[in-house]
């Protein structure tokens, strides 16, 4: 069965840098695309960045171009999201998510398995 478990979150200054991290278990991480999303308080879960399966091609957010890289290791079996130059608005719980299709997918319903989330707190 795979699972998903992400790292890395907590409560960081506005203009400050986080890496989450992301393990997955039960499977090789070189099956799937992989995707992170988040959701702030009383918002929708949104698309934050996903990479392909073999292609690595990447796809990112409006809010998240320029500022996050999501990358990948399949030796270790992770998967990570380097966030630069927080602001308040990057609040919330940040999910990894695999899925089955080949290509870097930004839409939640194209993700097969989904961690329970880490939250990130950016503060002014």
């Known amino acids: 069965q795979v699972q998903l478990i992400e790292s890395g979150g907590g409560l960081m200054q506005a203009g400050a840098s986080l890496r989450l991290s992301c393990v997955l278990s039960g499977r090789t991480v070189s099956r799937y695309a992989m995707g992170w999303f988040r959701q702030a308080p009383g918002k929708e879960r949104e698309f934050v960045a996903s990479i392909g399966r073999t292609d690595w091609n990447t796809y990112y957010a409006d809010s998240a171009k320029g500022r996050f890289t999501i990358s990948r290791d399949n030796a270790k079996n992770e998967v990570y999201l380097q966030m630069d130059s927080l602001n308040l608005e990057d609040t919330g719980v940040y999910y990894c998510?695999?899925?089955?299709?080949?290509?870097?997918?930004?839409?939640?319903?194209?993700?097969?398995?989904w961690g329970r989330g880490t939250q990130v707190t950016v503060s002014s």
């Open positions: 998510a695999a899925s089955t299709k080949l290509w870097a997918e930004t839409r939640s319903s194209e993700y097969d398995f």
